[in-house]
């Protein structure tokens, strides 16, 4: 149950059988897809999947900030999928046949539309998140300095006209139809695009920092998107998952995360496997234990 402004929402998420791949999604018993979730509740998280982020690939680096974009703008989704959809049609047409061309081009203006909103709304998510993280300097958390590698991306973060960025992309793939069938894959486009992140005091990439330091950077990162978001009007406060972070920060980090959290006055939820690391938060938060046969509550006193 989600309550805002006084007005619950029964809301229910899982999988139909065992092993689906797809979870589903509902509001009051009813199925909706799962970006509706954004209109009732956003989410934040950070969790020890995300700790080799700058190792990955590049495409694990996109999923990421993705996911940041479509906290603030959920329409994101939906394009992306629409992008998604309309490239493998097209790479079916190429390698499969018929490369018919007007098919093609059907194809190709819905990816040049769909691809140049989302380059537009990661640009502009970019350019927030470097600002409230700029704004930051004052956390003992490394700052970071970001930036998107995609053309498109980088078009409209220097304010090119979404028409002009849309044509761009529409010759753009109509060009590269011969080289795509060759390749079995789309070279073009901006899914190609990767989310570049430098330790700023270091002037180093976040791939060549230790591993304390890329936590810290990514944790940093999640807190100013949490920041940013807490401050949106006409939208719901972000809730802020935080799994096994506190084990890899310092004392003196983990009272200034917590006092964070606090002061940003989300509903946040952080695991761990270490009780005493969560001491400071004692008096301010509740504690649950977790085990085999259930959940009991600590003495938070």
């Avoid at 490394?142 to 090119?160: F, N, S």
Wanted: charged letters at 30%; one cysteine or more.
């Amino acid at each position: 149950m989600i309550e805002a402004e006084g007005e619950p929402t029964r809301v229910g998420t899982g999988v139909e059988t065992a092993g689906a791949a797809r979870r589903s999604v509902r509001l009051e018993g009813e199925p909706v897809p799962p970006g509706r979730l954004a209109e009732h509740q956003r989410q934040v998280w950070l969790t020890p999947a995300q700790d080799r982020l700058f190792l990955e690939a590049a495409s694990d680096r996109r999923r990421f900030f993705d996911r940041l974009v479509f906290a603030a703008e959920p329409g994101h989704a939906a394009h992306a999928g629409a992008y998604e959809k309309a490239q493998r049609e097209r790479l079916r047409l190429l390698t499969d046949g018929p490369a018919d061309p007007a098919w093609l081009s059907a194809l190709e203006a819905r990816m040049a539309q769909a691809g140049t909103l989302m380059a537009d709304a990661r640009a502009r998510t970019l350019a927030a998140l470097q600002e409230e993280i700029d704004s930051r300097g004052d956390r003992p958390f490394p700052q970071a300095k970001l930036d998107l590698t995609g053309d498109w991306e980088r078009m409209a973060a220097q304010g090119a006209d979404l028409a002009e960025i849309e044509a761009r992309l529409a010759r753009a793939l109509a060009a590269a139809r011969e080289r795509d069938a060759a390749a079995g894959r789309s070279l073009t486009g901006p899914h190609r695009g990767d989310l570049a992140v430098i330790h700023a005091e270091k002037d180093r990439p976040a791939a060549e920092c230790s591993t304390g330091e890329q936590k810290a950077l990514i944790l940093n990162l999640v807190l100013g998107q949490a920041a940013r978001l807490s401050r949106a009007e006409s939208a719901p406060n972000p809730i802020l998952l935080l799994d096994e972070v506190a084990a890899h920060l310092d004392r003196r980090r983990r009272a200034a995360l917590f006092d964070e959290i606090e002061a940003l006055r989300l509903q946040a939820f952080l695991t761990g496997t270490d009780e005493h690391l969560f001491e400071d938060l004692k008096g301010r938060a509740q504690g649950v234990h977790v085990d085999a046969s259930g959940l009991a509550i600590l003495d938070t006193e």
